[in-house]
């Protein structure tokens, strides 16, 4: 079981940053939790914490991608039908293709 004998789930943790529990159901080994900020991407552990004290471990199941960074935008102005090339580091978040791309938000 997730919650490790437990009827709660007290603590979550990515790559050693806790998580906010949003829903948990130890019956059915669910848990839903918001992992929050953990700056560059990294490789870590997800720790569950009951509320029997037990600590249930799963080794490098998780993968934070970090945040995208633009470094170039050209040309800087154009119209519609204009092709704008967009240069940066983990521009997908983690995916392998953009969803969606909006420039001065259009």
């Known amino acids: 079981s997730v919650c490790g004998g437990g009827t709660t789930?007290?603590?979550v943790s990515?790559?050693?940053v806790n998580g906010t529990i949003i829903t948990q159901d130890c019956s059915g080994n669910v848990i839903v939790a918001d992992v929050?900020?953990?700056?560059?991407q990294i490789l870590g552990d997800i720790v569950i914490v009951s509320n029997s004290g037990a600590i249930v471990t799963?080794?490098?199941l998780f993968e934070y991608?970090?945040?995208g960074n633009?470094?170039?935008v050209s040309p800087?102005?154009?119209q519609i039908g204009y092709l704008?090339?967009?240069e940066g580091n983990s521009l997908y978040g983690g995916g392998t293709a953009a969803a969606a791309v909006s420039l001065a938000g259009v």
Request: overall charge neutral; charged content about 10%; glycine content about 24%.
């Open 65 to 67: 991608a970090g945040p």
């Open 76 to 78: 800087s102005a154009g």
């Open 70 to 72: 633009i470094t170039a």
């Open 36 to 40: 929050g900020f953990l700056g560059a």
């Open 9 to 11: 789930v007290v603590r």
């Open 84 to 86: 704008v090339t967009i």
């Open 58 to 60: 799963g080794t490098d």
């Open 14 to 16: 990515f790559a050693g």
